[in-house]
Structures are given as C-alpha cells and as structure tokens.
C-alpha cells in the first residue's frame, strides 16, 4: 500500500488548524494528525487544505451541458468544475422533451459507472419537468408537464446506483402521489413553483425535504405570506440551496440565511455551460441565453442560470456576506454531502473519507484539486 501525505493549515473537525499532516493511501484518508514539520516527501500545501466541494445543483460549464447528452459533455463538465474545486456533485437535467431528458440521463448513468478524471457523478437532479409554468424562470415552458409516475421509473430504471433530486412544484397535478410513492428513493425538493407557505408545508408532510434556490423561482417571504421562503426557514429539518453570485440573492440574505439555519443550507452553482466562458451568447436547452457582467439571462433579463463555481461561492460568502471560513466551508461541502446520501465517505477532512481535498489560496484560487487522492493535472 502506497502513502502520500499532505502537510499545512487545514479545515479539520470545524476549525482551521496550522500544521496538519494528512495521510493518503488507496483513495482515502487514513490519518490527520498534527505535526511540527513536513516529513520528507510530504507535498506542502500552498493555502488552506479544506474538503473537495459537493455541488447539488451544476448544469453545465466549459461550453457543456449535462443535457448534451454525451460522454464528451459529461467530462467536459465534470473535469472543468473539479479544477474550480468540486469533488463531488449531482449531475443536473431541466425541463425537456421525455426522449431529451431520457438520453441524458443514460449518458450521466453511463458515465458515471465509467468514472473519469472529473468530479465524482454521486446523483441525479431532475429540476421539473413537473414545475409550475408561472414560476419556469429559464425552463423551457413547453416541457413543463404533468407529474408522471412510469416516466419518473423509467428514468430512475437508468442509474438506480446514484442518489436521485427531483425539483418539484407542490401544486403541479401528481406531485402529491409522485412524491409520497417515491420517497424512499428520491429526495424531493420545492422549487419553481407558485405555492404558498401552507402548500409548501403540506409539500413536507409528504415527503419533501428540499429547497431548490432559495428565493429564486418561489414565493417570497412577506411579513403577512410567508411563502415558500418562510416554509424553508421554518423548517426543522428541511435543507435549501443558495445561489452565492451575489445576483441571485443579496449578500445581506446570504448572510441572513446562512446565520439563520447553517446546518441546512447548502451552496450550489447552478452553472450552466457558459460557466468558464468569455461573455457572450449560449444555448440552454431551447433558449439562447447572454452572459455578461457575471450573470446568464434570457433576452427578456430572466436569470438562467449561474456561471458561478463553488470556489467563487465560498469566496463570496466570506467577502460579500461578511462570514467567517470556519462557517461557510461546511455549506459547500460537509451539508451538500448529506443531501447526496455521501455524508459518511466526503464532506470532511477525516481518517476513512474519500481524499477528496482542494488547497485554495489566501486569493480564493484553487492551487490543488485532489481527486480521491490524486493531484488533478492542469
């Protein structure tokens, strides 16, 4: 059994610790200990050691999208994000055409049992096709439909070996029936939809237990209509997501929020295959979007999507939301792992988790990507 090991400050049982020495052998972490010095032959860590990144909700980037359905668009993305930091991450579909969305979940399936030199596919997120039409944002109206219990099987029939997300309106009729015969199997999230608080609560009484872009695509919060915002907040034990661009949300929600119900939210990207592109126009699915100015919109100003990554995330929390480290590294890795169902094997720097690890810089760069113990080459 070969070692390698890596030494410097790292983020380690909540904290951040000078002179950690972290120990790998056959892709995982055997020992983090502290240490005086580096051994020799240790790499010695140019910034922070921290968790890889866990992404529930990623698209696309480098000019690729998960709807692309291909071998090629899947590494495309997977490696691109994995060089921004993500480790881990829930391949993202959207609204489509039963053929379109089909194909591209078997080549997420196919490529996942195949691995790759990218990121780790450990789900699925479906966002719709059951959503409301009033609450679509840049989702392709035309494929917006009824809840179907034998398309969501065929789909899940495809990759029954990853975890499932399925972004789901309340109101959309089925989603009851889908969400209380697919529970065990699927976890269940509340987004782009017109429901109000009380149908967002009886969502959870269901089954749900998932917030899809908090703010975004829901009702808002009123001191009067608490609406689909108010029911996440209120929540015990549901989880929400955040879009850290400081477009989709303001920093002083993110701050908010994040302060507010720490152990539930979870950073994601919702990148799409602009992400890591000069300016300019692309395609989502059917829609041409335009980015400039740090944001993808539809001609009509819509948001769609993000061309954010989890590093750009975290750095946005502690620079724009004002949030220390310490809080922000586990939205971005250790509670997205939980929604995936990967809490025991990523999310943390521990002896027998996957040596899924990121060195970022004092700058937010990332100077180190390693991939279930190897170095991520450039």
């Known amino acids: 059994m070969s070692h390698r090991s890596i030494f410097g400050r790292a983020f380690v049982a909540g904290e951040l610790r000078d002179g950690v020495l972290i120990t790998i052998a056959d892709q ?11 051994p020799s032959g240790s790499h010695v860590a140019d910034g922070v050691i921290v968790p890889g990144f866990v992404d ?3 698209h696309g980037g480098a000019g690729a999208d998960f709807m692309d359905a291909s071998a090629d668009a899947v590494a495309a993305v997977t490696r691109f994000h994995a060089g921004e930091g993500t480790t881990s991450l829930a391949a993202t579909t959207l609204s489509a055409s039963r053929e379109h969305l089909h194909q591209a979940v078997a080549a997420i399936a196919r490529a996942s049992r195949a691995g790759g030199t990218g990121a780790q596919i450990c789900g699925v997120h479906l966002e719709g096709p059951y959503i409301s039409v009033a609450r679509a944002g840049a989702q392709d109206v035309a494929s917006i439909r009824p809840a179907d219990i034998f398309e969501l099987s065929a789909l899940l029939a495809e990759a029954p070996h990853l975890r499932w997300m399925m972004t789901v309106a309340p109101e959309i009729d089925g989603v009851r029936a889908l969400i209380e015969h697919f529970r065990d199997r699927i976890l269940f999230s509340i987004g782009h939809t017109a429901a109000d608080y009380a149908g967002c609560v009886a969502a959870l009484e269901w089954g749900a ?10 009702t808002g919060l009123d001191h009067r209509r608490p609406g689909a915002v108010g029911a996440a907040l209120t929540s015990v034990e549901a989880t929400a997501e955040l879009i850290a661009d400081g477009v989709h949300v303001h920093p002083a929600v993110l701050r908010m929020v994040a302060l507010t119900m720490p152990h539930r939210v979870a950073l994601i990207t919702d990148a799409v295959r602009a992400c890591g592109m000069p300016d300019g126009k692309y395609k989502l699915y059917e829609h041409d979007i335009t980015v400039a100015d740090g944001a993808a919109r539809l001609d009509d100003g819509t948001l769609a999507g993000s061309v954010l990554t989890m590093r750009q995330a975290v750095q946005n929390m502690v620079e724009l939301a004002g949030l ?6 586990p939205l971005a890795a250790e509670v997205p792992a939980r929604i995936l169902g990967v809490a025991d094997r990523k999310g943390k720097i521990a002896p027998g988790y996957d040596a899924d690890l990121v060195v970022l810089t004092e700058r937010f760069e990332v100077s180190a990507t390693y991939l279930r113990g190897e170095m991520l080459s450039s």
Do not use: G, K, W, Y
Not at 28 to 38: E, K
Not at 211 to 217: G, K, S, V
Not at 324 to 329: C, D, G, H, T, Y
């Open 28 to 38: 995982q972490i055997i020992d983090v200990r502290d240490a005086v010095h580096a």
């Open 56 to 58: 529930v909700h990623v």
């Open 209 to 218: 237990s998932h917030f899809t872009h908090l703010f975004n695509a829901m």
């Open 324 to 329: 220390p480290l310490e809080l922000v590294i």
